[in-house]
């Protein structure tokens, strides 16, 4: 049997070389890991944008469109999506799991989602919905231009949050660097829940301040319900940024889904 492909969709406002030692690691080990750019998320928080935010929708396009060359190829695909990354990830799946793919006698398609401190959307809510419960003075403070484009208020507080076992100018550095990101994709609700018929994998950081783990938890009991599957859960001492601050636990981790998928 091949080694499965692996794609990766970044959280809210990262680039994606905030996790290129991540992708390193994995292609070390002897696995294909692709990193997408997802539309919501501006290539810069210097520059402005003269046109709309793009939707959770165009995001999933995309990652839908990648995983679609894949399975044409006849490759078993598994989809890491981080923190916003979730939500794009669990609408992009609709007819592109492998047992969807089999009864219609096509090749390959996605054998397992992976969650990483990511937001789990149930059917019809949003992601601004599904982190609701969150308190306000937890979510990172941010102002939005006339486009519907999100930038970070305040770098040091988000890093606060986010970045919190890093040394302050560290963290503060990291988020000066985002981009971007689409207020419209926080309002979009899912269409589709791909977690029902998909095997799910959880990477649940008990530390983390915007995404707190009893949250984690109650996100990963509702796909056990609506699944009927067990979830595999491992869970790290770190905060919301584990590609960050827990590389090498980040890594093992998604080393353990490619040879869940390839055994």
């Known amino acids: 049997m091949s080694k499965p492909s692996i794609l990766f969709f970044p959280g809210s406002y990262c680039l994606l070389s905030l996790y290129q030692p991540l992708f390193d690691a994995v292609t070390e080990a002897g696995y294909e890991i692709k990193g997408i750019h997802p539309p919501t998320v501006g290539p810069s928080s210097r520059q402005g944008y003269a046109y709309a935010a793009p939707s959770i929708y165009d995001d999933a396009a995309v990652l839908a469109q990648e995983v679609e060359t894949l399975a044409d190829e006849g490759k078993d695909v598994i989809i890491i999506g981080h923190s916003y990354g979730g939500v794009p990830m669990t609408q992009a799946s609709k007819g592109l799991g492998k047992e969807e793919r089999r009864a219609l006698s096509k090749p390959g398609g996605i054998v397992r989602l992976g969650y990483m401190s990511a937001i789990v ?18 979510h990172p403070p941010i102002d939005v231009d006339e486009h519907g484009w999100m930038m970070m208020a305040d770098p040091a507080g988000t890093a606060r949050l986010i970045l919190q076992h890093l040394p302050s100018d560290e963290g503060t550095a990291i988020v000066r660097d985002f981009a971007k ?38 996100w990963i009991e509702m796909v056990e319900h609506e699944s009927g599957r067990k979830v595999h859960v491992t869970a790290v001492q770190t905060g919301h940024m584990p590609n960050v601050t827990a590389k090498e636990e980040t890594v093992n981790w998604i080393l353990k889904l490619a040879n869940m998928a390839d055994s």
């Open 121 to 138: 959307p149930a059917h019809g809510q949003s992601a601004r919905e599904a982190i609701s419960v969150v308190p306000a003075e937890q």
């Open 181 to 218: 990101h689409s207020s419209r994709s926080f309002l979009d609700p899912v269409t589709h829940a791909g977690y029902r018929d998909i095997p799910v994998s959880y990477l649940l950081c008990e530390e983390d301040l915007v995404g707190p783990p009893e949250l984690q938890r109650s």
